[in-house]
């Protein structure tokens, strides 16, 4: 049983206006291997949420016609739709960067034991979280084995050459605080994170996102049980940077959920505050293109202070 959030949709953050559309980030689905306390999608392997081949054929439909550079896909465990093989194949075969947001652990799961092959002969960028460098801190935050299993899954995608120095194929992690607090600076992170994960274990990877916890959906409800809700949010808020608006994500990308609805980000989504054309309530990926969406306002609330506090925050880490 959550605990009760208080309604975010008042605020008083700045007004964004979308710029030209970039990046598509498509949610396959809610299901997952894991459940993580952070996770903003409340994602669990019971969750029956999965986008169908209908919906993926009109995601494919929007990629040929009109000219998106990167395919971002997540969920979930996004590789447990049983669709996800066929649109990273139909996106690469249009030259569109893929990336998958990728637990680590699915690729040990029965059933997906060529997933890591897969995903390398299509180049596609992997984007996986790794919250840590010390074990009790990964399970304490993603349950318990999830670190050894994610170590396992670092050293499968090495020897396939990801993250590995001259090869092409990309492997960056991605950690989240494990409490109520901001990301430490992004650079410094990096190097520990690579300094401690070769001596410890002898992998290797590319790059280190730091992402700030928004204060919804799990994480959320764990705030407001814990008390702890309004001092997040008094933090978020009193980290504000201006300059980190210019490089918000949702000036350049969109995201798409399971049923194939638009949403200015990942999170917006998981409030239900949809991307509106016109006097739409709601727009389907299927009755617009990137045109008809560049120059509209962004729908905010004041989770967006999580993606511009400090150094500020992205699926891409941070913003400055």
Same mark, same amino acid.
């Given at each position: 049983?959550?605990?009760?959030?208080?309604?975010l +949709?008042?605020?008083?953050?700045?007004?964004?206006m979308r710029?030209? #559309?970039?990046?598509?980030?498509? @949610?396959?689905?809610?299901?997952? =291997?894991?459940?993580?306390?952070?996770?903003?999608? @409340?994602?669990?392997?019971?969750?029956?949420e999965?986008?169908?081949?209908?919906?993926v054929?009109?995601?494919?439909?929007?990629?040929?016609?009109n000219g998106?550079?990167?395919?971002?896909?997540?969920?979930?465990?996004?590789?447990?739709?049983?669709?996800?093989?066929?649109?990273?194949?139909?996106a &690469?075969?249009?030259?569109?960067?893929?990336?998958?947001?990728?637990?680590?652990?699915?690729?040990?799961e029965?059933?997906?034991?060529?997933?890591?092959?897969?995903?390398?002969?299509? =180049? &596609?960028?992997?984007?996986?979280?790794?919250?840590?460098?010390?074990?009790?801190?990964?399970?304490?935050?993603?349950?318990?084995?999830?670190?050894?299993?994610?170590?396992?899954?670092?050293?499968?995608?090495?020897?396939?050459?990801?993250? &590995?120095?001259?090869?092409?194929?990309?492997?960056?992690?991605?950690? =989240?605080?494990?409490?109520? !607090?901001?990301?430490?600076?992004?650079?410094?992170?990096?190097?520990? $994170?690579?300094?401690?994960?070769? +001596?410890?274990?002898?992998?290797?990877? @590319?790059?280190? !996102?730091?992402?700030?916890?928004m204060?919804?959906?799990?994480?959320?409800?764990?705030?407001?049980? @814990?008390?702890?809700?309004?001092?997040?949010? %008094?933090?978020?808020?009193?980290? !504000?940077?201006?300059? =980190?608006?210019?490089?918000?994500?949702?000036?350049?990308?969109?995201s798409?959920?399971?049923?194939?609805?638009?949403?200015?980000? %990942?999170?917006?989504?998981?409030?239900?505050?949809?991307?509106?054309?016109?006097?739409?309530?709601?727009?389907?990926?299927?009755?617009?293109?990137?045109?008809?969406?560049?120059?509209?306002?962004?729908?905010?609330?004041?989770?967006? $202070?999580?993606?511009?506090?400090?150094?500020?925050?992205?699926?891409?880490?941070? #913003?400055?």
């Amino acid at each position: 049983m959550h605990a009760t959030l208080p309604l975010l +949709k008042s605020t008083d953050f700045p007004l964004i206006m979308r710029d030209e #559309l970039e990046t598509l980030q498509v @949610n396959l689905g809610y299901r997952c =291997n894991q459940q993580c306390f952070h996770c903003h999608v @409340n994602a669990n392997p019971k969750r029956k949420e999965m986008m169908n081949a209908e919906t993926v054929e009109q995601i494919i439909q929007f990629l040929e016609q009109n000219g998106v550079k990167t395919l971002d896909l997540t969920g979930g465990a996004p590789e447990l739709n049983e669709h996800f093989r066929t649109l990273v194949q139909r996106a &690469v075969s249009m030259g569109i960067h893929v990336m998958d947001r990728c637990n680590l652990t699915i690729l040990l799961e029965p059933g997906q034991e060529d997933l890591a092959d897969f995903l390398a002969q299509h =180049n &596609v960028e992997i984007i996986a979280s790794l919250p840590c460098y010390i074990e009790d801190n990964v399970n304490g935050q993603r349950g318990e084995g999830v670190f050894q299993k994610s170590i396992q899954g670092i050293r499968l995608l090495n020897r396939l050459g990801y993250g &590995v120095a001259g090869s092409d194929l990309k492997l960056n992690l991605v950690y =989240n605080p494990t409490g109520p !607090y901001l990301p430490p600076p992004q650079i410094q992170l990096e190097q520990d $994170y690579k300094r401690e994960l070769f +001596k410890q274990y002898n992998i290797q990877f @590319n790059h280190l !996102y730091t992402i700030t916890n928004m204060p919804i959906k799990r994480f959320g409800s764990q705030l407001v049980s @814990n008390g702890n809700f309004k001092d997040y949010m %008094d933090l978020l808020k009193g980290a !504000y940077q201006d300059a =980190n608006l210019e490089t918000v994500m949702c000036r350049n990308l969109v995201s798409v959920d399971w049923q194939g609805y638009l949403f200015d980000c %990942d999170f917006n989504q998981m409030l239900d505050l949809p991307l509106s054309v016109g006097v739409k309530q709601r727009t389907h990926i299927s009755e617009v293109n990137s045109l008809q969406l560049q120059g509209l306002p962004v729908a905010i609330a004041d989770h967006c $202070y999580g993606c511009t506090a400090g150094q500020g925050s992205s699926c891409g880490g941070a #913003l400055s």
